[in-house]
Structures are given as C-alpha cells and as structure tokens.
C-alpha cells in the first residue's frame, strides 16, 4: 500500500520517476556531519547502552561510567564553544537524563540517567550536540 506523494502520484509513471529523483537527492544531500559540515555546523551523537558501551556515534572519543547513572562522553572535538545539546534515555525503562560540561575540558560532557521516580540509575541513552560557526 502505497502512503503520501506516492499514493496521490500513483499511476503516473513520469511523475513518480521524478518523486523518486528528487527524494533521492534530497536524501544524498542529508549526510550526517563528522564535524567539519560546509555549512558552518557541526553535529555530533552518541547512543549508548547502560553499561557505557558506545552503539553508534558520530565525533565522539568514548564513554566512560562514572558511577551509577553518571556517564563522562568525551568527544573528539572542542564541544564547549558555541554549542547547545540535548540528551534522552532510551530503552524499555522510563526516565530522564541530564548533561552538562564536564568541568575544566572542552570535550567532555556528562550524562546523567535517572528512573521516573527521579533516582540515579543506569540507563542506556541519546545525546545529540550541536555546534554553529
């Protein structure tokens, strides 16, 4: 079953060439940032399980635990100079995290992860930075 622009151009052969065209350009043009992007910003991620081990990243050196529920996120560039970020716990379990520049570095954040009743605990977690020019 076919959803949004492809199901109002079904049956257009032309038409959906075209759709598929563009939405591939579009998708070859959304690369994510290793930290030097063309247009001034940078993004750097990181998804990490409980235990600190790093899933994926993008610009990110390592995760260290620090204690439970405390994570250090050591990234490989200056992330303290006109950057914000956002973070998330991810998993099964509800909750929230927290972050913030880890003192006296100018790569290194750390996380934070809480339970729903607002108590330090391990969970894996999300944190996305990003960095203007």
Excluded: W
């Excluded at 079904?10 to 563009?22: D, F, N, T, Y």
């Excluded at 993008?58 to 250090?72: D, E, K």
């Amino acid at each position: 079953m076919e959803h949004g622009i492809m199901a109002a151009i079904s049956g257009q052969p032309s038409i959906r060439k075209v759709a598929l065209a563009l939405a591939v350009s579009s998708l070859a043009a959304v690369q994510p940032s290793t930290g030097h992007a063309n247009d001034g910003l940078s993004i750097f991620s990181v998804n990490a399980l409980a235990n600190g081990t790093i899933r994926n990243s993008i610009g990110v050196a390592s995760v260290a635990v620090q204690g439970t529920g405390n994570y250090l996120v050591t990234f490989n560039h200056n992330i303290v100079t006109a950057c914000s970020f956002t973070q998330s716990v991810v998993g099964v379990n509800p909750g929230y995290a927290t972050a913030f520049y880890q003192a006296g570095s100018t790569t290194g954040l750390v996380v934070r992860t809480y339970n729903k009743t607002g108590v330090l605990a391990n969970a894996g977690f999300s944190l996305v930075v990003i960095c203007g020019p």
